[in-house]
């Protein structure tokens, strides 16, 4: 396995400027009455660590590290214009300026945009993402260490997607949409890739008895690596609504991938049936079972909440890549999840999700919770994952548990990753299982004050070669704000795992305090 050393400035790859478009063609058509917010903001952060790099006892070096952080956001929403961006670009000062694997500087860009260009016709969708992925499943993984480099490498994607979209008289929906995105790492052996895709289809309105679906995708796939390649899908489908709140369906189709597959074919007719069961406003149940071209196929989405907690459980299976999984993560989302659990006490969505925004500013949540590494791999994959969350609001307090199983079994040749791991280890990333939890724990003390004690454990496990990766690490903070745009935090960190390679452990121990301000 080979993970080198980052370039310590951070530079990684750059967002082309055309990635901007989305934006100024959307402010372009935003309403005249809009009021485009510019949120500027800085944070510094004081960290004191026993292990800046997660290494074993013998080579763990300690370090005071300062991190200036100056930010801005931009938030609009209105009938027309739906964007909320944010950049951040962090300094770092090290009291030892030797130590190796270790940023001077990085940045921090998420960006989504939805617009309605033209009213019930044409629709602009966009977002970009700059920030840190894991470059291997079997490295250390620790999050809140953004000035560490090891095992990391920066990411930059983009997608502008715009839509026609119209609904006919008779009730059919039509929809006509082209993308093209792109996936950039600064790591050496990952493909760099761009693609064009077209999606088309023709749907029943939503709530008849009878139901009918037509969907067809194409992608134009270009990877520096690997080359030009296309694949293609096409889906039939039926429903029957039996009664209000339960719906059959069956579908057919056919899937056609370009790539060299192991056991020689990469397509194949699929056909899959289910169910579609809501029994309530606050509980809702859909299932399906078939058989896809690589063998039978699984799926299900559980949902349910009351006035105190939310419930989630999803099972999906899917021929996917790592850049797929960079452009559209299947993550468990904590502003959704948040987002359901708030809903019986604020109804209004758009107060809502002001609510949202607020409380994971306040208490520091993740922007995920616990999911598998996405780590580099130019190959197709057989990706089967299990998530389930919970949230429990309570009168001074929130507790969000999360977990998560997923399987990658690799589809396509080992020589496309030859250069990220070298012949020794070649069959790493063959068949790869992912396993692991996070509980989350908030507690108000005041109404500006705020504790909070979480615990996140994982393990990757290669089939294929035995080797294995633990890593857990136990967080606890207290959080205030002083003012209305000023935030304060602590925090102490235990983190434990295994070293590179295997055999050996690593321990950390860590303090931060910080300043948030928004201008």
């Known amino acids: 396995m080979t993970i080198t050393m980052a370039d310590r400035s951070g530079a990684g790859p750059a967002l082309p400027a055309r990635a901007l478009l989305p934006l100024l063609v959307a402010l372009a058509c935003a309403p005249a009455s809009a009021e485009l917010k510019f949120i500027p903001g800085v944070t510094l952060t004081e960290t004191w660590t026993d292990n800046v790099n997660l290494a074993e006892p013998a080579l763990a070096r300690r370090e005071w590290i300062t991190d200036l952080a100056p930010s801005f956001a931009l938030v609009e929403n209105n009938r027309r214009l739906q964007l909320n961006a944010s950049y951040q670009f962090h300094v770092y000062n090290y009291s030892d300026k030797t130590a190796p694997n270790i940023y001077d500087n990085n940045r921090q860009l998420q960006a989504n945009l939805k617009a309605r260009v033209v009213d019930e016709l044409l629709f602009l969708d966009a977002a970009a993402m700059r920030g840190q992925q894991a ?17 990391r490498t920066e990411v930059s994607t983009w997608r502008v ?19 093209r995105d792109s996936v950039q790492t600064n790591q050496q052996g990952y493909g760099n890739t761009h693609a064009d895709s077209v999606t088309a289809s023709a749907s029943s309105r939503p709530g008849v008895r009878l139901g009918w679906n ?6 134009h796939l270009v990877d520096k690596l690997a080359g030009d390649s296309v694949s293609t899908n096409e889906m039939a489908g039926l429903s029957y609504r039996v009664q209000p709140s339960l719906a059959v369906r069956a579908a057919i189709g056919h899937d056609n991938y370009d790539y060299h597959a192991l056991g020689g074919r990469s397509g194949g007719g699929n056909w899959n049936i289910g169910f579609d069961w809501t029994p309530s406003p606050r509980t809702s149940l859909s299932a399906s079972t078939g058989h896809r071209y690589y063998g039978q196929s699984h799926a299900l989405n559980a949902l349910h909440r009351s006035r105190h907690t939310v419930w989630s459980f999803n099972y999906d299976e899917a021929v996917t890549t790592t850049r797929s999984q ?9 502003a959704d999840l948040l987002d359901r659990l708030f809903m019986p006490n604020i109804p209004d969505p758009v107060a809502r999700r002001q609510a949202v925004e607020a409380y994971l500013r306040a208490t520091g949540l993740p922007a995920s919770l616990a999911e598998n590494v996405n780590y580099l791999s130019n190959r197709y994959m057989l990706q089967k994952q299990f998530q389930a969350s919970a949230g429990f609001n309570g009168a001074h307090s929130m507790l969000l548990l999360s977990l998560f199983d997923t399987r990658r079994t690799a589809l396509s040749l080992q020589q496309t990753d030859s250069q990220l791991l070298g012949s020794h280890l070649s069959n790493l990333n063959d068949d790869v299982r992912m396993k692991g939890a996070a509980a989350n724990f908030n507690y108000s003390l ?21 080797l294995k990766q633990d890593n857990r690490a136990l967080r606890v903070g207290l959080s205030r704000r002083f003012q209305r745009k000023l935030y304060g935090s602590v925090e102490a960190r235990h983190a434990k795992g295994t070293a590179i390679g295997g ?17």
Request: hydrophobic content about 35%; overall charge positive; aromatic content about 8%.
């Open 446 to 466: 005041s109404s500006r004050s705020q504790a909070s004690v979480s615990l996140t454990s994982s393990r990757s496990n290669s089939l294929s070669t035995g």
């Open 326 to 334: 960079f452009l559209l993560p299947a993550t468990i989302d904590t």
């Open 503 to 519: 055999g050996r452990t690593y321990t950390e121990n860590a303090v931060s305090a910080s300043l948030s301000l928004t201008l």
């Open 214 to 219: 037509l969907r067809y995708d194409r992608q």
């Open 161 to 179: 997607s715009p839509y026609l979209a119209h609904r006919l008289g008779g009730g059919t929906d039509l929809m006509l949409r082209y993308t």
């Open 135 to 151: 470059i291997s499943a079997f490295a250390p993984q620790v999050e809140g260490a953004p000035y560490s480099s090891f095992n």
